[in-house]
Nanobody, 112 residues
Framework: VQLVESGGGSVQPGGSLRLSCAAS????????MGWYRQAPGKQRELVAT???????YYVDSVKGRFSISRDNAKNTVYLQMNSLKPDDTGVYYC???????WGQGTQVTVSS
């Protein structure tokens, strides 16, 4: 399975971005998918996950601002990011948690 992220970019504080993670193989309805991020000089951290039945988890710092979703028919996972803050800056990675595969990452920069 290969994962390809897209949708990153540079935005001002308060702006929005939508990240997409397209899988070359099926993500199927039994797989756990997630988004992680790594800020400069910091360790990679979990941002959000979505289970096969659509149950979601978010790290406290993004609750109420980010939304993770999946489209199994399109083998794609999304991360809608609203009310972005400078602390959200980093490289965002998609992960097929069930199988342990990572995408290459996409840069998100929030700056005025």
């Amino acid at each position: 399975v290969q994962l390809v992220e897209s949708g990153g970019g540079s935005v001002q504080p308060g702006g929005s971005l939508r990240l997409s993670c397209a899988a070359s193989g099926t993500i199927a309805s039994t797989n756990l998918m997630g988004w992680y991020r790594q800020a400069p000089g910091k360790q990679r951290e979990l941002v959000a996950t979505v289970t096969s039945d659509g149950t979601t988890y978010y790290v406290d710092s993004v609750k109420g601002r980010f939304s993770i979703s999946r489209d199994n028919a399109k083998n794609t996972v999304y991360l809608q990011m609203n009310s972005l803050k400078p602390d959200d800056t980093g490289v965002y990675y998609c992960k097929h948690i069930s199988l342990g595969y990572w995408g290459q990452g996409t840069q998100v920069t929030v700056s005025s």
